[in-house]
C-alpha cells in the first residue's frame, strides 16, 4: 500500500501563457497537500514556472523525463496533451512502469499507438469532445476509461473581483486570446465595421491582437473604435480587463475543446458572443454559451454586430445573461470543486490497481 501523500507528477510541454498551462497549473496548486503531493515536469521554462513554485509545488524544467521519474518516484502521472501520438513523451512514463497514467486530452484526438497503452485513464475537458470522441472514433464508450471533466477556473476571484455596478449599456466590447493567428476568425474582424454604423461610440479593447486584425483597423478607419492591449500573466489582470468591458466577444474558426476566456468572462459576470464552428471542429463554445441564457450565438457578421447591438440597448437582459453565466461557471467550472472530481478519478484509478484501499 502506498503511502500518504500520494506523489503525483504532471507532465506537460511548456510553461508558456496558454491555457494547457494554466489549467495545470490551477490543478498542482488545488489538489489537497494532505492527500497529494504534486510536482511539475516540463521541457521547455515559461513565466508559469515561478507561479507554481510560488504555490509551494516543484517544478523539473528541461531535464530528462525518466530521470525525473526515476527521482520523483511518482505513483501517478498525469499527462496534458492534445491526444495524438506522441512516442517520445510516452515511452519514458512506460520505460518507468509508473503505477497510474492520466491523461488530459486536450482537443480530443485519439491515439491508436501502442504506447497509449500506458493511460488508465482519459479525461477530455468538455462533454462536447468526449462525444465528438466516440462519433468519430471505433473506440467504445467506456466511463472506466474515458470521461470528461471541465477545466478548472478561479471562479471565486473573478466573482469577488467583478464590478457589482457594471452599467452594461456602454457600448465596450472585449476579446482575449493568444496573439495567434489560429485563436482567430474574420468574423472578429468583419463585424467591426457594421456595428460602428449603427453604434458610433463602440469601443473594442483586444488582447492578443495579431497582424491582420491591426491591419483591417487601420485600413478601416477603425483606430478610433479599438485598442490593442498588452498580454496579461495573471488572473487577476484578466479581472482588470474584464471589468473594462460589458460583453465578451468570442471569435475562433478552429472552435474551443472548452473555453478558458469565455468561461473567465462568464464567471465575472459577462455575457458573451460567440459563433458555431463548421463541420467537425471543436464547438464547446456553445456548450458554454447558451444562446439567450449566457449570451448569444451569431454564424455571420451581420448577426454578430445584431447580438452585440442588442446587449447594448437592452443592459437587463445583458445583466441577466451574465448572472447567468456567473452562476453556471461557479457550479461548473469552479477550480476547487473540480479538483476535488480530479482527486476522485485518481483515488479510484489507485484502488483498482490495488495501491489503496
Known sequence: MVESPVRVLHVIKSLSLGGTEKVMQLFVANLDPARFAPAVYSRVNGVRASQIRAAGVDTFIGADLLGVIERFRPQIVHVHRAGWPEPDL?????????????????????????????????????????????????????????????????????????????????????????????KWSRLALDFLPLLVREVPDFRYLIIGGIPEARDFVREHGLRGHVLFRDQVKTDAEIAAFLNGVSVLAHANDTGESFGLAIAEAMACGLPVVTHPSEGLRDNAQLELV?????????????????????????????????????????????????????????????????IVQ
Open 90 to 182: 510516452l515511452m519514458p512514463i512506460k520505460r518507468a512502469r509508473v503505477p497510474v497514467v492520466v491523461e488530459t486530452n486536450v482537443f480530443g484526438r485519439h491515439d491508436p499507438s501502442p504506447q497509449a497503452k500506458i493511460i488508465d485513464h482519459t479525461l477530455f475537458v468538455s462533454r462536447f469532445c468526449l462525444d465528438r470522441f466516440f462519433a468519430t472514433t471505433p473506440v467504445a464508450p467506456a466511463p472506466a476509461r474515458y470521461s470528461y471533466l471541465y477545466n478548472p477556473v478561479d471562479t471565486d476571484l473573478f466573482a469577488k473581483a467583478a464590478a457589482p455596478d457594471r452599467d452594461f449599456s456602454r457600448p465596450v466590447a472585449g476579446r482575449v486570446s493568444r496573439p495567434d493567428p489560429g
Open 290 to 354: 447558451e444562446h439567450g441564457v449566457t449570451g448569444l450565438v451569431a454564424d455571420s457578421a451581420e448577426g454578430y454586430a445584431m447580438a452585440l447591438k442588442y446587449l447594448f440597448s437592452h443592459p437587463e437582459e445583458a445583466r441577466r445573461m451574465g448572472m447567468a453565466g456567473r452562476e453556471k461557471a461557479a457550479r461548473l467550472f469552479r477550480m476547487q470543486d473540480i479538483a476535488r472530481k480530479l482527486e476522485a478519478v485518481y483515488l479510484e484509478l489507485l484502488r483498482r490497481k490495488g
